[in-house]
T-cell receptor, first 110, second 113 residues
Framework: QKEVEQNSGPLSVPEGAIASLNCTYSDRGSQSFFWYRQYSGKSPELIMFIYSNGDKEDGRFTAQLNKASQYVSLLIRDSQPSDSATYLCAVTKGRRALTFGSGTRLQVQP | DAGVIQSPRHEVTEMGQEVTLRCKPISGHDYLFWYRQTMMRGLELLIYFNNNVPIDDSGMPEDRFSAKMPNASFSTLKIQPSEPRDSAVYFC???????????FGSGTRLTVV
């Protein structure tokens, strides 16, 4: 079992819709959770991080964490074609560096 | 701030040759990470440093790989001898704290033929 699992996609949504990206993790002791966006041929860039159960909102983005279910999600409201990218979920615990999932490719159709 | 600076951006080398990748972290960031990204394996941690000291090198594939951080503003990742399976994009990232988000460099695309 991979430590961080994501559906590879592609997830296709129409412009203006809500995109929902999901991630599960295997280590129940994981403490910090991150979402990165990576455009093709570019480096990952941080979108959001979340440490506590519940929702955290930042502009059009909402991260949701459910530690009991070992589940993290990212919602993108009013999706735009410029949101088309691969979204990477990452987790960490203790002294460990971030462990990344393989990413979900999002396509926003104009 | 110029961000994390990596060089070279692209490297094509022949099997058996030595390859050296370079990284300059963001000033003031005490943590430096080396990751490798391939289609098959995704983004994998190779090694990370804290205050120039290697903390976790469990991701370094084998003895052919070595990394150094002689000072707070410079790190190298060396592969000797290189093999075709080392072909990947190598990213350097830095962070002010281990559990903060990391800032990635532009990466070095390595092709070993």
């Amino acid at each position: 079992q991979k430590e961080v699992e994501q559906n590879s996609g592609p997830l296709s949504v129409p412009e203006g819709a809500i995109a929902s990206l999901n991630c599960t993790y295997s280590d129940r002791g994981s403490q910090s959770f991150f979402w990165y966006r990576q455009y093709s041929g570019k480096s990952p860039e941080l979108i959001m991080f979340i440490y506590s159960n519940g929702d955290k909102e930042d502009g059009r983005f909402t991260a949701q964490l459910n530690k009991a279910s070992q589940y993290v999600s990212l919602l993108i409201r009013d999706s735009q074609p410029s949101d088309s990218a691969t979204y990477l979920c990452a987790v960490t615990k203790g002294r460990r560096a971030l462990t990344f999932g393989s990413g979900t490719r999002l396509q926003v159709q104009p | 701030d110029a961000g994390v600076i990596q060089s070279p951006r692209h490297e094509v080398t022949e099997m058996g040759q030595e390859v050296t990748l370079r990284c300059k972290p963001i000033s003031g960031h005490d943590y430096l990470f080396w990751y490798r990204q391939t289609m098959m394996r995704g983004l994998e941690l190779l090694i990370y440093f804290n205050n120039n000291v290697p903390i976790d090198d469990s991701g370094m594939p084998e003895d052919r790989f070595s990394a150094k951080m002689p000072n707070a503003s410079f790190s190298t990742l060396k592969i000797q001898p290189s093999e075709p399976r080392d072909s990947a994009v190598y990213f350097c990232a830095s962070s002010a704290q281990r559990n903060y988000g990391y800032t990635f460099g532009s990466g070095t695309r390595l092709t070993v033929v």
